[in-house]
């Protein structure tokens, strides 16, 4: 289970492999200096949102590492966070692009 941290009072938990191509999208448009609106549903329905700028610090931590980045899941969660309503985890395409009918799952600790 993977932890991301948001201006050191949240805490979210998601698996390893969901984090990881979070960070490179979250990392990317730090680096543009856009900030963003990024929300998410615990595996228990709880909705978390929080407002990322390049001002607020934010840390990932990860119990394995993730080495296999799926291209075509990275655009569909830029595509998001580009978008009017943020960053949101959307299914994981197949290597065709194809979207399998299962969401990822992910847990939100405060």
């Known amino acids: 289970m993977a932890v991301f941290n948001y201006n050191n009072m949240l805490h979210a938990d998601f698996d390893d492999r969901t984090l ?5 999208v979250i990392v990317g448009k730090m680096r543009r200096h856009e900030s963003f ?7 228990e ?3 978390s949102a929080v407002w990322l700028s390049d001002g607020i610090p934010l840390s990932f931590e990860y119990d394995e590492p993730v080495s296999d980045i799926n291209r075509a899941w990275l655009e ?3 595509a998001c966070a580009s978008g009017t309503s943020g960053l949101t985890i959307v299914p994981e395409p197949d290597a065709l692009g194809e979207r399998p009918a299962t969401v990822h799952p992910l847990t ?3």
């Not at 990881?20 to 490179?24: K, T």
């Not at 609106?37 to 595996?43: D, I, Q, R, V």
């Open 45 to 47: 329905g709880a909705r």
């Open 76 to 78: 569909s969660l830029m």
């Open 20 to 24: 990881a191509h979070l960070e490179r």
């Open 108 to 110: 939100h600790a405060a």
């Open 37 to 43: 609106h990024f929300a998410w549903t615990s595996e």
